[in-house]
């Protein structure tokens, strides 16, 4: 089997796993999403895609470039391979034979039904770390059920406490169920991958990874503030079940601006700027529970003085107190803002039709540095001459139906 040459102009510290290989098995975007941040830290992503259809995220298109494949499978490479037929399954052990981390989010049982239960992954590779994302778990009685990410934000609790009281609950407007699970599993793939290079007899690490689970875990402590108030947490709109003064306000300018003044220090400083210096002694006012409780009328407090000023003189006023507030900002205004500008977060990649848009870079920093786009989002296949030769860059075009995604 050829080993590609990677293409970077990265400083090594930026590419912490450049000496790490994925493959990727998985469709639309929790897998894309673990598999997204792998790469991106330098290790080898690779795509197995059926035939002429390809993962389904590409199929996400907005006039006419699917934008969910080109910002979340940069820096991976494709091949295509039909997993129904002997010889493209034997190129699929073949890639196995010497990776690190497997990535799949079939049904349960589906890579059992392939020929790659664990027995034959161990034969095949025993320092092999199998992640395998499902919507609800390998077992149970939901683990045949399917997991789109919809589903999980409805059940997990999230949508019961998204939204407004007096209006229907509300799903997240982007895959959430699926993006968590991916970060989730990123840092899991890589804890399995640590503890199997330490082992002198490794044998297959399987992570089960469901997407309700991490979901639910990062919603609070649900379980234990409903035994004590017998109380599911409520729909509150922009604010904030554990603290207030928490809400967006309106501007004279018909903008918006976000506070969180939680702290007594912040709204000390608060109440003297709207000019009611004795806040804190107001009794519906002085604790914390006071004011969860009356909300509405320290809401109304606030409201009435942002009424008066424009969203740049709003800004002003917190800033000079020091009072944690900003904008809220749509991807319009975020084009335009400096600091994404300062900070290089957006940056421009070019689409397979020539089109040049802007994606997100690397959200954090290294040594100062972020890792960089090493190459674009691959077209469908376009790696199968370098990973099995130059004379396998064409798929027999039969149906692959063996392996439905979650």
């Known amino acids: 089997m050829m080993n590609p040459q990677k293409i970077s102009s990265a400083s090594d510290s930026t590419q912490p796993l450049r000496d790490v290989k994925v493959v990727d098995l998985s469709r639309l975007v929790s897998g894309n999403m673990l598999t997204h941040v792998l790469a991106d830290l330098g290790a080898t992503v690779i795509k197995v895609e059926p035939p002429r259809k390809g993962d389904e995220l590409r199929a996400w298109r907005r006039e006419g470039m699917s934008t969910y494949w080109l910002a979340y499978s940069r820096n991976k490479e494709s091949v295509e391979l039909n997993l129904r037929m002997p010889d493209d399954m034997a190129k699929l052990t073949g890639l196995l034979a010497d990776a690190d981390i497997l990535v799949e989010n079939f049904r349960p049982g589906t890579l059992e039904r392939m020929g790659l239960d664990k027995e034959r992954l161990n034969a095949i590779n025993p320092k092999l770390v199998v992640v395998r994302i499902s919507g609800w778990g390998q077992t149970g009685q939901f683990a045949g059920k399917g997991g789109f990410g919809s589903l999980i934000e409805a059940m997990s609790g999230f949508a019961a406490m998204n939204g407004f009281a007096d209006l229907p609950p509300v799903l997240p407007p982007f ?12 840092a899991l793939a890589l804890a399995a991958m640590h503890g199997q290079r330490g082992n002198a007899t490794p044998a297959v690490q399987e992570v089960d990874l469901s997407l309700f689970e991490p979901l639910f875990s990062i919603l609070g402590p649900q379980a234990a503030e409903y035994q004590l108030t017998g109380k599911p947490t409520p729909r509150s709109g922009s604010r904030s079940p554990t603290h207030a003064p928490r809400n967006v306000y ?7 601006v976000a506070l969180s ?28 529970e006071a004011r969860l409780k009356n909300i509405d009328a320290l809401d109304a407090l606030i409201q009435g003085h942002i009424t008066k000023l424009t969203l740049p003189e709003a800004l002003d006023f917190f800033a000079v107190r020091d009072i944690t507030a900003g904008p809220v900002c749509d991807i319009a205004d975020l084009l335009q803002h400096p600091y994404i ?24 920093r290294i040594n100062g540095e972020r890792p960089p786009i090493r190459r674009g989002a691959p077209t ?6 370098t990973w099995f030769g130059a004379d396998q860059s064409a798929i027999p075009c039969i149906p692959d139906t063996a392996a439905q995604p979650t």
């Open 261 to 288: 003044a939680g702290m007594e220090g912040t709204l000390a400083r608060l109440f003297e700027g709207i000019g009611y210096p004795q806040g804190l002694q107001d009794q519906r006012f002085s604790t914390h």
């Open 175 to 186: 895959a959430m169920a699926d993006s968590v699970a991916g970060i989730y599993g990123a």
């Open 250 to 256: 309106k501007t004279s300018d018909e903008k918006w």
């Open 341 to 364: 500008a300062e900070s290089r977060l957006l940056v421009d990649q070019v689409a397979p039709d020539g089109r040049t848009v802007s994606v997100h870079a690397a959200p954090y």
């Open 380 to 385: 469908l296949g376009q790696d199968n001459a």
